[in-house]
């Protein structure tokens, strides 16, 4: 546990706290999500690493829970969503396609315009004394949300 981590500093000079929260560890929670917006459903995967063997763990999860769907994956462009290991478990699994957001548009992202809102909405304003009190509680809101506030954040064009 960081020395500063729960108790309250005061700079000199300043008359106002400053309170260290596991924000400033760099810690981060490894998620892989996916959203349904035209039936207001989502799922996220912690991992442990943001990386191929995660992304194939994800894609394998999805096909299967998914096989009797034609998937279209919409996703951003980090190399561990690219290249021959992910051509390959597309092949294994035919229904899933992916297709590869422009650069610089989150935006478009609908798991990103997810994940920030459920992050804002369950720490703001919150202190949490560990990342996996916080991780616990941000997957606890996913889990609550109903498919018409789903349906009401991902709007389609």
Request: hydrophobic share 30%.
């Amino acid at each position: 546990m960081h020395p500063k981590l729960g108790r309250i500093w005061f700079k000199k000079g300043r008359e106002q706290p400053i309170v260290y929260t596991s924000s400033q560890h760099k810690k981060r929670i490894n998620v892989t999500g996916w959203v349904d917006p035209v039936n207001g459903l989502h799922g996220i995967i912690k991992h442990e690493k943001g990386n191929t063997d995660s992304f194939i763990k994800f894609l394998t999860h999805i096909a299967q829970r998914f096989k009797d769907k034609i998937i279209d994956l919409w996703v951003d462009g980090p190399r561990w969503h690219k290249g021959e290991r992910v051509r390959k478990i597309c092949k294994t699994y035919k229904h899933i396609i992916i297709h590869y957001l422009p650069p610089y548009h989150p935006e478009l992202n609908y798991q990103e315009i997810l994940w920030r809102t459920m992050r804002y909405e369950e720490t703001t304003n919150v202190y949490f004394e560990t990342t996996e009190s916080m991780e616990t509680a941000i997957f606890k809101r996913s889990q609550r949300w109903k498919p018409k506030k789903i349906m009401s954040l991902c709007h389609l064009i």
